[in-house]
Structure formats: structure tokens, C-alpha cells
């Protein structure tokens, strides 16, 4: 195996040890707040100052998490090794030399129960050096680590709910504070999400104090939607508790829980039906309304104003929910009664309306297919539409899009389902590392169209497209 060279580079009170090669500068691993151990593990995070020389050749760990063996289909990377202590960044840059360039801040999906910063299928120094831009991806911690409500059942040092999403905001911190030194322009950063990760950035717009780490955002799959209630993210707490046999207040034995069970019971408090999950008062991990790390809905900050100089592209896919069908976690719909159940979760005392609206739309199609679609729409297009509109009805630039490509893996079953327009937006479908686009040349164009909106978005905060209106509604199309 061919050692790369090292390259060592200073900022603040630490000299960073990367390695560099033709492509560029990779440094990895690096601790942006202390360990989340022992009586910090369901702390918010502290941050953490570098001293000296820093290790930063080989990938930390990503969050703790159930592994699960992906579909054959399914993106691929090198892998990564998981853990608690997982408060850790990538950086990839072109050079450091005091470029100046744009800063892309990526956030990882996983339903907020997985997911990592490294080893998918991220060509990250690749993408860094083609674009000419820093490119960080920071690794938080997700599941019930990350963001079980504990303010109710332990107490108000606890009243912090959302620590995967403060983790990320630290994560933040440290690139403000470092980032020039790796080649980066501190004052022109764009935040990037796929699915949670989106959802966990768009959550920023009901913080304070964070709107000057950023100055645009690229969400995926994940509008300002999605925000849990105090009171039923106690309840999954209190669901919690008792299936781990813990006492309300008992802060010692909480922390003292083998990982393993935290994680088996972080599967059994939530659920697995997508509607389920992302209704009002749905059972799931996620951003939770505590009033303390989040002081007001997403939607009412940008309402408000407060973000209206930041520029958002809010995307989806056409077929977002076919995902959940074909991997086997949501069930055929066998009855007309079963279905009007799964909408009116959503469409409330209207869903039969909302049914007849869809079979005159699309006739003749099942049960199973007309959930689909609802979900798909209901759950991230009618969401993404509606942060568009609050954000420009605020004075705000937004620009919103629709991905439609659909690959012809086995007749063309997947659609355009959730997750598959974020390769393309890296400009990344290697066949090694995208097995769906294999041998697919109109894909190749596709993904070089949207990395170059990508690109010219965290440039000058605008792309190719019309921008998103409460009079026009412009939706791009990608297909």
C-alpha cells in the first residue's frame, strides 16, 4: 500500500496533520467537542479547543447505530467504524492557502438513527477538488443519544433535547473559527442535508445566535417540517425508560446503560410505517420543540425575517416514499378503509378528499400506490413547497426542485424514491459507487447539470432557475 505524504497546518493553537495527494488536502478525524461520555452522554455538547499537533490521517468514529446490510443497489462506500465518541469532522480542501474559497458543510441522512461523515460513497476530496471549494462533513450523534427528550423524565439539566443538532452547530463553530486557515472563506458557507440531515439544518431557522455561521442551505428531502412536541417526545421517553427498566430521575443509571441496549430500545419506542412517523404527533426520534436548544418552529423563524438574507434550494424526488415499500418496511394496502386511515393522518377530517383528488389524477392504480404518492407528497414535496413560500413571502430567496430520474434497475421498480438525487448533486455517479447508474450515459449529464447548480449556488446564492414565488411556484424539474 502506497503511504501518501503528510502535510501539517496551523490554525488557532493547534498544527493539523493531514495527508495530500494530486487531488488535494484531506484531514480527518478531528475533534470539534469533547467526548460524549459518562455524564456528557446525553449532554449537550462542549466544545473543544485543539493544543498542538493533531492526528488527523485516518477518519474517527461515526455516531453509534444499528448496522443494517444495504440492498445490492444501494450507494457504497469504504465503510466506517462506529462509537460513542464520535464528535469528529472531515475537511477536504483543494490547498490551504488562503484561497478564499466557498465552504460546503454537509449533513448526513439516516432517519436520525444512522448514518456517518465518512466512508459512503462520498468521493470527497474528489468533489472538493473539482469544485473548488472546502468541503466538511461533520459526524453528530443521532438515535436516542442524539435526541431522546429527557428535560420531563430527568430534569432540567437535561432541558437541551436536540443534541445531534447542537453537535452540528458546534461543528459549525469550529469551521468559523478555522476553516481560513484550510483554504476557506469563513464569511461565505453553505449548509448541505440529505433526509435527516436536512431536516437537522432546516431546524436552524428556529435558533438564535447561529444565523451568521451560515448564509445559505441546500436541503434535500428535508424541509422545515418534521418538529416533534414536547409532550409526545415525552411520552417516547417515558417508553423509553420503561423498556430499558430506569426510573424517572435516575440520571446515573441512564448514563451507565450498555450501548447495545440503548440501541435495541431506541428501535422498539418509534415507528417503523413512514406515515406514522412523519404525522403530527407522530412516534419518532427528531428535532423536538424544547425551548431551550430550539426557542421556535423553523417556519415561524423564517416568518419572521430572521433568515430572509440567506438563500434556500429546497428539494425533493417524485417518488420519495417508493423506498420504504421496496426495502419491506411498509406493508401493502389491502382496503379502501386501511388507506383513508394512512391519509388522515395528515389530511385530517378531509381525506377523502384528498383520495378523490388522487384517483382523479391517477386512475386505476392500488391501494399501495396511491399511499405511495400521498406519502411521498404529504411527508417532503408539500413540506419543501411551504418553506419555499414562508421563506419568500418573508423577503427571502428560495428556489425549489423536483428530481425525477429514474433508473431502469429491474424495469424501472425504484422510481425516482428518496435519496437518489443527492450523488447527483455531489456530481458523483460512479458506477463503482452508484450501482444504479451503471451504463446509464444520460445520468452522467444529469449529475454534471446538478453539481453545477450546486457549485454556482455556493458561489453567488442563486442557480439557472427561476426563483421560487408566492405568485410563480417555480419547481425546476431534473429528469
Not at 464528535?87 to 492557502?97: E, M, R, V
Not at 417508553?239 to 430506569?246: D, K, P, S, T
Request: aromatic content about 10%; proline content about 6%; some cysteine.
Amino acid at each position: 500500500m502506497t503511504t501518501l505524504p503528510t502535510i501539517d497546518v496551523q490554525s488557532r493553537n493547534a498544527i493539523y496533520r493531514g495527508l495530500r495527494n494530486a487531488a488535494g488536502m484531506s484531514f480527518r478525524g478531528i475533534r470539534y467537542a469533547e467526548p460524549p461520555l459518562g455524564m456528557l452522554r446525553f449532554l449537550p455538547p462542549r466544545r473543544y479547543e485543539n493544543q498542538g499537533l493533531v492526528d488527523a490521517t485516518r477518519p474517527g468514529l461515526a455516531p453509534a447505530q444499528i448496522r443494517r446490510e444495504p440492498q445490492a443497489w444501494s450507494p457504497r462506500g469504504e465503510g466506517f467504524a462506529t462509537g460513542e465518541d464520535c464528535l469528529n469532522l472531515n475537511l477536504y480542501t483543494p490547498a490551504a492557502d488562503g484561497g478564499k474559497r466557498p465552504v460546503i458543510v454537509h449533513a448526513f441522512g439516516g432517519g436520525f438513527q444512522s448514518g456517518s461523515a465518512h466512508g459512503t460513497f462520498h468521493d470527497d476530496l474528489g468533489f472538493a477538488n473539482q469544485s473548488d471549494v472546502v468541503l466538511v462533513r461533520p459526524n453528530m450523534r443521532v438515535g436516542a443519544l442524539g435526541f431522546l427528550h429527557l428535560a420531563d423524565v430527568m430534569g432540567k439539566n437535561y432541558a437541551a433535547t436536540n443534541r445531534g443538532m447542537l453537535d452540528f452547530v458546534a461543528a459549525l463553530y469550529w469551521v468559523r473559527r478555522n476553516v481560513a486557515a484550510f483554504g476557506g472563506d469563513p464569511d461565505n458557507v453553505t449548509l448541505v442535508g440529505m433526509s435527516s440531515g436536512a431536516f437537522t439544518i432546516s431546524a436552524l431557522f428556529g435558533m438564535d445566535e447561529v444565523s451568521d455561521l451560515y448564509r445559505r442551505v441546500w436541503l434535500m428531502s428535508g424541509p422545515a417540517s418534521r418538529i416533534i412536541e414536547p409532550d409526545v417526545a415525552s411520552a417516547i421517553s417515558e417508553h423509553f425508560l420503561m423498556r430499558v427498566g430506569i426510573s424517572q430521575g435516575d440520571s446515573v443509571s441512564l448514563n451507565s446503560l450498555p450501548l447495545d441496549t440503548v440501541l435495541t430500545a431506541q428501535e422498539e419506542i418509534v415507528a417503523q410505517h413512514l406515515g406514522e412517523r412523519n404525522a403530527p404527533r407522530g412516534r419518532t426520534l427528531g428535532i423536538v420543540l424544547d425551548g431551550e436548544s430550539l426557542k421556535r418552529h423553523p417556519l415561524k423563524g423564517l416568518s419572521e425575517g430572521r433568515f430572509s438574507g440567506h438563500q434556500i434550494v429546497a428539494g425533493w424526488t417524485r417518488d420519495e416514499a417508493r423506498l420504504w415499500y421496496v426495502n419491506g418496511v411498509m406493508p401493502p394496502v389491502v382496503s379502501r378503509d386501511q388507506l383513508i386511515t394512512s391519509i388522515s393522518r395528515f389530511a385530517g377530517d378531509d381525506p377523502w378528499a384528498r383520495l378523490a383528488a388522487l384517483e382523479a389524477e391517477l386512475p386505476g392504480r392500488s391501494f399501495t400506490d396511491y399511499e405511495e404518492v400521498f406519502l411521498s407528497r404529504a411527508v417532503y414535496r408539500e413540506p419543501a413547497l411551504r418553506t419555499a413560500e414562508t421563506h419568500a413571502s418573508a423577503g427571502g430567496v428560495a428556489y425549489t426542485y423536483e428530481f425525477s430520474w429514474t433508473p431502469i434497475f429491474e424495469g424501472g421498480r425504484l422510481g425516482a424514491a428518496h435519496s437518489f438525487d443527492e450523488p447527483f448533486v455531489f456530481g458523483n455517479v460512479d458506477a463503482e459507487r452508484i450501482p444504479l447508474a451503471r451504463d446509464d450515459v444520460h445520468a452522467r449529464d444529469l449529475a454534471r447539470q446538478m453539481n453545477r447548480a450546486l457549485r454556482d449556488f455556493c458561489r453567488r446564492g442563486a442557480v439557472d432557475w427561476r426563483p421560487f414565488t408566492a405568485g410563480d411556484k417555480f419547481v425546476q424539474r431534473f429528469e
